[in-house]
């Protein structure tokens, strides 16, 4: 089955920097887009970052000149190097994946997420 690990979360002081990764394993055939998403205290969901196998980037206004998502398709990672970080940055963060996968021998396509790491931003 499809699992995603998600590592690199922390606490970090304003102005600092973490890098957040994501690896996609089990029976992946491709990916299509994988990104990152945040959820905050009483606040929803919302996109960070996200990257097409082919490379092209999306950003948040509010992390742009921030945030660089970055990936490596050979082992299904992606990445997230966060610098400048500011206490409004604090949230759970989430990889996600559309990817293509077997499931009892057939092709599937699918959504899936990570368990979420948390990033707290704080002196």
């Known amino acids: 089955q499809v699992q995603l690990v998600e590592s690199g979360g922390g606490l970090v002081q304003p102005r600092g920097s973490l890098r957040l990764s994501c690896a996609a394993s089990?029976?992946?055939?491709?990916?299509?887009?994988m990104g990152w998403y945040r959820q905050a205290p009483g606040k929803q969901r919302e996109m960070v970052a996200t990257?097409?196998?082919?490379?092209?980037?999306n950003y948040a206004d509010s992390v742009k000149g921030r945030f660089t998502i970055s990936r490596d398709n050979a082992k299904n990672t992606v990445f997230l190097q966060m610098n400048s970080l500011k206490p409004e940055d604090t949230a759970v963060y989430y990889c996600?994946?559309?990817?293509?996968?077997?499931?009892?021998?057939?092709?599937?396509?699918?959504?899936?997420w990570g368990q979420g790491t948390q990033v707290t931003v704080s002196s």
């Open positions: 089990g029976s992946i055939r491709s990916i299509n887009a």
């Open positions: 990257i097409t196998s082919g490379g092209i980037t």
């Open positions: 996600n994946a559309d990817l293509a996968y077997l499931r009892f021998g057939l092709l599937r396509q699918g959504d899936y």
